[in-house]
């Protein structure tokens, strides 16, 4: 496992941007691990924002973020990125990264075994 810490998180109106950051530390070669950004909203479940394999080769976004956000890593960093632009008020959550050793196809949080603490982004219309 990996210990993982997120940042960037605000409040901003529609229509901004925002990136998110997921630095890592701990055991392990970073990037074997595929890492994922998550969202949960008040009273709603945890919901797969995008996902990129440990080299960076791939990448899987939500059909409701495609075209507005963009999942990166800088390995040499052990940190993973989400950058938000055309922010929307659906969008207000709690984003959390994830990271596991298994494929970017992976969207179930169930299978994610090394999570961070949460960063809230709010988004005003």
């Known amino acids: 496992q990996v210990q993982l810490v997120e940042s960037g998180g605000g409040l901003v109106q529609a229509g901004a941007s925002l990136k998110l950051s997921c630095a890592a530390s701990?055991?392990?070669?970073?990037?074997?691990?595929?890492v994922a950004w998550f969202r949960q909203a008040p009273g709603r479940e945890r919901e797969i924002v995008a996902t990129i394999s440990g080299t960076a080769l791939y990448t899987y976004y939500a059909d409701s973020v495609k075209g507005r956000f963009t999942i990166s890593r800088d390995n040499s960093k052990n940190t993973v990125y989400l950058q938000m632009t055309g922010l929307k008020p659906e969008d207000t959550a709690v984003f959390y990264c994830?990271?596991?050793?298994?494929?970017?196809?992976?969207?179930?949080?169930?299978?994610?075994?090394?999570w961070g603490q949460g960063t809230q982004v709010t988004v005003s219309s």
């Open positions: 994830a990271a596991a050793r298994i494929f970017y196809q992976n969207v179930d949080p169930r299978e994610y075994d090394s």
């Open positions: 701990g055991r392990g070669v970073f990037s074997g691990y595929t």
